[in-house]
């Protein structure tokens, strides 16, 4: 019995030896997994559902050693914009960077001869347009290129036989071996602008909110601003007899993208032919009627009118006559500022004519237009992030913009809002009288 007694101890002596040296390694498994993955199980959740929402966001990092070349990209300033975009959403798809492009400073595109190229980072900030859309999409310089030989062409379709679908699935064979093997695929054939849209609305935004203007082009739209501020103050200061204070930052001003030029004027004639609309042109009596009739304008006494409008392709002198008693309308040479738009190419006059638009305290243009399309669709996301979610039921928000060819409230131009859920550019990109509100 004594001998069994010792025995049984014997064997109970081992186990609770074993089992310590267990507690212990398990209690030096825990310490290291806790000091690699978190100290806590809540910190680890952290931690795990971070990486997996990282990877959805962000499945497949944009490759700087694979690159996609696009041609010159042409046409006026807020088409390139759409057209460069387009470039680097396919680019995305392609898992590749776009090698910077080059724009065109002049308006001609028909007569490709006569196209004077500028540099994308001449207009706008290389290294600020990656440090934002890093992540997303990837500008690359051609001093990037490892071997300039390894370059594929890719033929871009076109005409009716080549669809939507077509397209994209040429995208997808491209994405495969042995295409994707090379360095480069170089795309030729049509301009980007006339690419098929693959791209929803919230893409395009975020590719322009990356697009930052040098800051050469912002001194010159600051210089522009002030000034119309400035006459702003006078104005006032004239009606009140000297007692408003002459702060030109108190004043705020409306600007209207006056679509009255002859190129316009012919191409909006025969879009309403081809549409079977009338809602397009928008004759100058209906844009200074409707642009006086906006609701609440008239309990600002006055309000500086700046007319955008490309001067060399203007036969109307009489912009400037016929509107409302309680809005002064200025253009570039009535405000003194012509000379700063000469020292400029047309595309350069255009986005520092942009900028101006866009820091108006009220917008009004046509929804047609590819420059008022793209300042709505800016001024919407200005909008959105200071919590507004609509324009088309509230009554006081800041950045409103409207379409003066759509007939709105009051007899005054309609409200207007880009809808940022939509799939396609489409709306924007040739123009539409659905304009959301």
């Not at 190229?117 to 490892?146: A, E, H, R, T, W």
């Not at 003066?404 to 940022?420: A, I």
């Amino acid at each position: 019995m004594k001998i069994l007694s010792c025995y049984l101890n014997s064997i109970a002596s081992k186990c609770i030896f074993l089992a310590a040296i267990a507690l212990f390694i398990r209690a030096i498994f825990l310490a290291t997994f806790s000091s690699s993955f978190g100290a806590s199980s809540e910190e680890n959740d952290a931690v795990f559902i971070h990486n997996r929402s990282l990877s959805l966001s962000n499945e497949s990092p944009i490759r700087n050693d694979k690159f996609l070349e696009v041609p010159q990209i042409v046409w006026g300033l807020n088409n390139q914009k759409i057209a460069f975009a387009r470039s680097c959403l396919t680019a995305r798809f392609l898992n590749r960077t776009l090698l910077m492009p080059s724009l065109s400073a002049s308006l001609f595109y028909k007569e490709i001869d006569l196209l004077e190229p500028i540099s994308f980072d001449k207009v706008f900030k290389f290294d600020s347009f990656n440090s934002i859309c890093n992540g997303f999409v990837q500008l690359g310089k051609y001093s990037d290129l490892m071997n300039r030989t390894e370059v594929f062409e890719m033929p871009k379709g076109s005409g009716r036989r080549w669809t939507k679908e077509r397209d994209l699935d040429q995208l997808e064979q491209h994405k495969k071996d042995p295409i994707d093997e090379h360095q480069v695929i170089r795309i030729v054939g049509k301009n980007p602008f006339l690419w098929h849209d693959h791209w929803p609305v919230k893409d395009y935004a975020k590719v322009f909110e990356c697009l930052v203007l040098v800051d050469e082009i912002m001194a010159e739209a600051d210089k522009v601003v002030s000034r119309i501020k400035e006459i702003g103050a006078e104005e006032s200061f004239k009606l009140e007899s000297g007692k408003n204070s002459l702060n030109p930052n108190t004043f705020p001003y409306i600007a209207v993208h006056m679509r009255v030029e002859k190129d316009w004027m012919i191409h909006c004639k025969n879009l309403e032919r081809k549409l079977n609309i009338t809602q397009i042109c928008g004759s100058k009596k209906e844009i200074m009627e409707r642009g006086g009739n906006i609701v609440g304008l008239e309990k600002q006494s006055p309000t500086v009118v700046y007319l955008a409008v490309a001067d060399k392709l203007l036969e109307d002198s009489s912009i400037l006559s016929g509107w409302k008693e309680n809005l002064i309308p200025f253009e570039k040479k009535k405000l003194g500022v012509d000379g700063v738009y000469k020292k400029y190419p047309y595309l350069i006059q255009s986005a520092i004519d942009y900028e101006v638009c866009l820091r108006a305290d009220v917008f009004v243009g046509n929804s047609f237009s590819t420059f008022s399309s793209l300042l709505v669709l800016d001024r919407t996301q200005k909008m959105l992030r200071l919590g507004f979610t609509s324009f088309c039921e509230a009554k006081d928000v800041t950045w409103p913009s409207y379409a003066y060819n759509v007939l709105g409230e009051s007899k005054g131009p309609k409200k207007w809002m880009t809808n940022m859920s939509d799939s396609s550019l489409r709306a924007v990109s040739y123009g539409s009288k659905d304009i959301s509100c």
